[in-house]
């Protein structure tokens, strides 16, 4: 069974700093691309950035400069490092993985709270 553990998430004061971490396991189809969504109550997930198996990479615009992510391929874990937040950087911030080359499934985590203070 496919899981994606994520952790990192919590209360960062403004101008403040977070590293969030998203294993996968128990999947035996290569991972073509992982990446990070975030939803506030209201609103759509949105894409905050993602990376592929090559190391390619995808950032909403907003946040280009101020959030990177990165991957330890040997784990199976990306990572999002969260710099310079800001109180509207608060969200639930959702895990994905697409497995797979033909069969392109679609998991997520549970999600992670990021709550940044002013």
């Known amino acids: 069974q496919v899981q994606l553990v994520e952790s990192g998430g919590g209360l960062v004061q403004a101008g403040g700093s977070l590293r969030l971490s998203c294993a996968v396991s128990?999947?035996?189809?290569?991972?073509?691309?992982m990446g990070w969504y975030r939803q506030t109550p209201g609103k759509q997930r949105e894409l905050v950035a993602a990376?592929?198996?090559?190391?390619?990479?995808n950032y909403a615009d907003s946040l280009k400069g101020r959030f990177t992510i990165s991957r330890d391929i040997a784990k199976n874990t990306v990572y999002l490092q969260m710099n310079s937040l800001k109180p509207e950087d608060t969200a639930v911030y959702y895990c994905?993985?697409?497995?797979?080359?033909?069969?392109?499934?679609?998991?997520w985590g549970q999600g992670t709270q990021v709550t940044v203070s002013s």
């Open positions: 994905n993985a697409r497995l797979g080359v033909l069969q392109d499934y679609n998991y």
């Open positions: 128990g999947s035996r189809f290569t991972i073509v691309s």
């Open positions: 990376i592929t198996s090559g190391g390619s990479t």
